[in-house]
């Protein structure tokens, strides 16, 4: 069988028009229609045969038409509009790809369409605003989640919003909008409070959080990990990805830093320190544990790290071996309440502006933590 129409698939047509022969010449219209070889006479027939086609009762003369016509830019609106409202199995190669349908078509049939369509409408190459907005008004879950992956969906701040009202607690969901190249910061912001400790992590990496939900978020998720971290059973791979990806974020502070350190995680602490001082693992714990007073300098200093920070620094590892985390109720409270009484009681050894700058930062400290717990 060849690609072109010829007098001899007419006759084949009057003789025998079964489904097959009715397929076969679907089928082959439709690979000539945008062919510049037509004349205006030849299209106006091609478009009046399609024409009667789209309203064969066999489903698989009208199925083989919409495959071979779903990226045509030349197939008249109505034609298209009349496959994009037949069953799935025709509608879904139009709906998915056509540039015929317009905004208004595909909106249409959102709100009459099932599951299957809305999801093809949902995974065209760009979906618009209005297009959008009605398949979150209206879709399935899955249909949702194939919107929110897809990147030429236009989602606005309002329309990201109203997704989460709808499926916040939904994984399906929240797994691809937490993926999406950009998030406005309030979506973030509303996302850190309803998604996994993993995708929480990837908020924080990935998108533009404010430095100090970025750092609770942080130090909420390694401060639950704290026991794990000391009984060897953390997965050093993940802390040293993360801390990697802060630090091309702009997102490893001092502040950070120091946080991770008042909340006993140590393990935050040394790959922090060993990357920005491009120290090997090894050697940076040797330093931040050496029984004298030069290790930890060196490799601060190294780490090119605010001096007024290190007397903390210094007093809150001395507390973490003295007072560390154990797992049993109050431990944070303990741990807290001890490395405030350790700066206190250093007063003699910090100058005044010191001690309020490291109060000050150490306030903040207490403050989320206290909200945290």
Known sequence: MTDHLTKDDVARLLSDPSPSSRTDLAAKIAHQFDSPALSATERKLAEDIIRVMVADTVVRVRQTLAENLKSSPSLPRDVALSLARDVEAVAIPVLSVSTVLTSADLVEIVRSGTDAKHAAIARRPSVPADVADALIETASENAVAALVANEGAELGKGSLDRVIDRFGASEAVQDPLVHRSRLPITIAERLV???????????VAHHELPAKLASEVILQSRERATVALFSGESDEGALERLVAQLSRTGRLTPSLLLRALCTGDIAFFETAMSLLANVPMTNTRL???DAGRLGLKSLYDKAKLPPALLPA???AIDVLKETPYDGEP???ERHRRRLIERILTQYEDLTPEDLDF???????IMHTGDRAA
Request: charged share 30%.
């Open 193 to 203: 409070a309803v998604v996994s400790e993993k995708l929480r992590q990837h908020l």
């Open 287 to 289: 330093l931040i544990h």
């Open 313 to 315: 620094c210094r007093i």
């Open 330 to 332: 109050g431990d944070r």
């Open 358 to 364: 490291l109060l000050a930062k150490l306030g903040d």
